[in-house]
């Protein structure tokens, strides 16, 4: 077994239509394998196989495809870092990750020389690049051990870094087998992808279109105004966007005049959509738009739950049900069995409030989200909050402790907790509350800057609030639940 398949399989079937596009041009399937074939060759020279990690720091582009089947095929592991990182950030994970290689775009290559430069044991560097020429094609994968690692993926947790979440052969198979319509030869048309490539939602939106063989629109950078111009030219049938997309699209003065009318499926995830948001949107888009919800996460590979056109439908006409549905994640996926469980880990009851618990085998045990929420009596979850404290931006997930340690460091700063604010275009954006030291002055906007020139610009926080005190418990421990609604303000602070 090999997820190297899931581009093999279409390329056999209809090795002449079309895979990728982008501002440079197409590529069939065939063109895509033949570089995908000179990558891996490449790879294999420098003594790469299984056992090896290339890590990269690259918008979606062909040239990541192929990175990332090049991969696959010789039976090393793929590690997609966030290019937003800032050196500091940089060196923590590539640190851990210890990786083989790293390729990077050269927009990014100051911040990974500047991150290279300061580690011990530093990885070759190699700059992005479409191969000069095509090597012989179809290419024999390397068969792998089921449960390899095949993708590592970073997501912010409890410890301040981002955390590797393995993501196996086998894993993401069966979810390709779950979640996409397998190649059969015929046209698929084409989706428009402009989530990024280090985030779940863009991977397993790549990897179900290429399975699939649709031609996969590749927008590097996400613009409304890009996005409508891509959608409206390329005659794209699906599309998928996360929550704050969504509204930036709504939002841009050329919605009103972009023909939409191809557009059949626009899926979206990732993030919390709030209501006003997708209301607005199925009342806006053509009526022949159809939309799909989606609900997962890093550790699960993609989509566990959804929410589907039917559902958006029904509140399209109105029906109060489906209205009150527009809130929920959907219902799971067959082949997924869900449940919400009490503190003990056994499941409770239609209307009970507790944790979401995923699995995908009756035999295995049941894998805790870290997502609180309940189901109602027509088998919809509904999330109500997160057991943990951290913050979705945009899609992307957020550690309070790593950019707590950054404005921690500010030499006006006695005591600092960061918390996400419901944002209706962001999901939630970051917000610090700050505890000055002694007499020192601190200004709002000096301690915003300071978060940013150590952070990537999505983890600064966008609020600061200078606070008397922060709410603790009698253990000392802060109650970020509290920092709204009991902090007492020392200044109103201010949003950048």
Avoid at 306 to 329: F, T, Y
């Amino acid at each position: 077994m090999n997820l190297f398949d899931a581009l093999l399989i279409p390329a056999e079937l209809m090795p002449d239509a079309p895979a990728l596009a982008d501002a440079d041009g197409t590529l069939t399937y065939a063109e895509l394998g033949g570089g995908v074939a000179a990558v891996a060759a490449g790879l294999t020279e420098r003594g790469l196989g299984p056992g090896a990690t290339v890590a990269t720091m690259q918008a979606f582009s062909p040239d990541f495809v192929a990175l990332l089947f090049a991969t696959l095929a010789i039976g090393a592991r793929i590690a997609p870092l966030n290019a937003r990182m800032k050196a500091d950030e940089l060196v923590a994970v590539v640190e851990r990750l210890a990786p083989d290689l790293l390729v990077v775009d050269e927009r990014y290559a100051g911040v990974a020389d500047d991150a290279v430069d300061r580690l011990a044991a530093p990885p070759e560097v190699l700059p992005a690049g479409r191969p000069r020429a095509a090597a012989e094609w179809p290419l024999e994968p390397v068969e792998v051990d089921p449960d390899a690692d095949a993708i590592l993926l970073h997501t912010s947790g409890t410890t301040g870094l981002p955390k590797p979440v393995r993501l196996s052969h086998l894993g993401l198979m069966s979810t390709l087998l779950r979640t996409a319509n397998p190649p059969d030869g015929t046209p698929r048309g084409a989706t428009v992808l402009a989530a990024p490539d280090h985030h779940v939602a863009g991977l397993s939106g790549l990897l179900n279109n290429i399975f699939g063989g649709r031609r996969v629109e590749l927008l590097p950078a996400f613009t409304a105004a890009d996005w409508l111009r891509r959608v409206e030219g390329s005659g794209a049938e699906h599309a998928f966007v996360v929550p704050t997309m969504l509204h930036r699209i709504l939002d841009d003065p050329g919605f009103a005049e972009t023909d939409l009318g191809s557009l059949r499926v626009l899926a979206y995830g990732a993030a919390p959509m709030p209501a006003r948001v997708i209301k607005e949107a199925l009342e806006r888009f053509p009526a022949t738009t159809g939309f799909v919800g989606s609900y997962g996460q890093t550790e699960t590979g993609g989509t566990v739950c959804v929410l589907g056109v039917e559902d958006h439908e029904a509140a399209r006409r109105g029906d109060p049900e489906g209205l009150a549905r527009l809130a929920s994640i959907g219902r799971p996926l067959e082949g997924t069995e869900l449940a919400i469980v009490d503190e003990a880990g056994q499941p409770v009851g239609p209307g009970v409030d507790g944790e979401i618990a995923v699995r995908f085998d009756p035999a295995e045990p049941w894998r805790a989200t870290g997502d609180l929420g309940r189901v109602d009596s027509g088998g919809y979850v509904f999330l109500s909050s997160r057991r943990d404290d951290l913050i979705i931006r945009g899609g992307e997930n957020i550690d309070p402790a790593e950019v707590e340690a950054v404005l921690d460091s500010h030499p006006a700063v006695a005591e600092v907790a960061v918390v996400g604010l419901p944002d209706d275009e962001w999901g939630q954006v970051v917000a610090a509350f700050v505890v000055r030291r002694g007499d020192a002055e601190l200004d709002p906007d000096d301690l915003i800057a300071h978060g940013k020139r150590s952070l990537a610009s999505f983890k600064a926080p966008s609020e600061v609030r200078i606070v008397a005190a922060l709410p603790r418990t009698a253990l000392g421990k802060v109650r970020r639940r509290d920092l709204t609604a009991s902090t007492t303000l020392e200044s109103p602070g201010r949003i950048s």
